[in-house]
T-cell receptor, first 114, second 112 residues
Framework: DAGITQSPRYKITETGRQVTLMCHQTWSHSYMFWYRQDLGHGLRLIYYSAAADITDKGEVPDGYVVSRSKTENFPLTLESATRSQTSVYFC?????????????FGPGTRLTVL | QKEVEQDPGPLSVPEGAIVSLNCTYSNSAFQYFMWYRQYSRKGPELLMYTYSSGNKEDGRFTAQVDKSSKYISLFIRDSQPSDSATYLCATLTQGGSEKLVFGKGTKLTVNP
């Protein structure tokens, strides 16, 4: 399927466990982003990537690790999950250039850390 | 102060009402202004996009930017129940970081 997909869509884990959220896009977009969305905070950028092997921190990177070995994939890993990382996580992508700067969002992953 | 401020609402209106959604921002370097719409349990999707000041109209939706007062607005005419969603404003500097700065979102309910 064309577009941007995230897996899993729902995840329940326990404090201290490692969790990896997957993001895949089929457009060959240069830029990819990870956000978390929480009540009262809106969308906050965790990490982003301008191209394969280029990543940079966003507003709330602590406790998260990303990698981008292939253009189409941008996994997000919680090395040791904490309850404060319970959230809805959105992956997004966009092309470089372009007038609209539109980011295309995935459907989200609902993560619960017990 | 957060770079983009948005009243989270919630906002509830009757069908057919004119809706006004607003954001303020603090960074005068912002040049691109967007409105995203997010339905419940879905990812945000771009609704409107404007560059610099002025108005942009698309059907029942009008986006307005006033750079002198650092104010962003989205107007919805003849609102429909299908407009019920969370609306997020977002901004971006020109030629700078690719990072969008989002408001917290306003939840809108249009009652039939």
């Amino acid at each position: 399927d064309a577009g941007i997909t995230q897996s899993p869509r729902y995840k329940i884990t326990e404090t201290g466990r490692q969790v990896t959220l997957m993001c895949h896009q089929t457009w060959s977009h240069s830029y990819m982003f990870w956000y978390r969305q929480d009540l009262g905070h809106g969308l906050r950028l965790i990490y982003y990537s301008a191209a394969a092997d280029i990543t940079d921190k966003g507003e709330v990177p602590d406790g998260y690790v990303v990698s981008r070995s292939k253009t189409e994939n941008f996994p997000l890993t919680l090395e040791s999950a904490t309850r404060s990382q319970t959230s809805v996580y959105f992956c997004a992508s966009r092309t470089s250039g372009g007038a609209s700067n539109e980011q295309f969002f995935g459907p989200g992953t609902r993560l619960t850390v017990l | 102060q957060k770079e983009v401020e948005q009243d989270p609402g919630p906002l509830s209106v009757p069908e057919g009402a004119i809706v006004s959604l607003n954001c303020t921002y603090s960074n005068s370097a912002f040049q691109y202004f967007m409105w995203y719409r997010q339905y419940s349990r879905k990812g945000p999707e771009l609704l409107m996009y404007t560059y610099s000041s002025g108005n942009k109209e698309d059907g029942r939706f009008t986006a307005q930017v006033d750079k002198s007062s650092k104010y962003i607005s989205l107007f919805i005419r003849d609102s429909q129940p299908s407009d019920s969603a969370t609306y997020l404003c977002a901004t971006l500097t020109q030629g700078g970081s690719e990072k969008l700065v989002f408001g917290k979102g306003t939840k809108l309910t249009v009652n039939p």
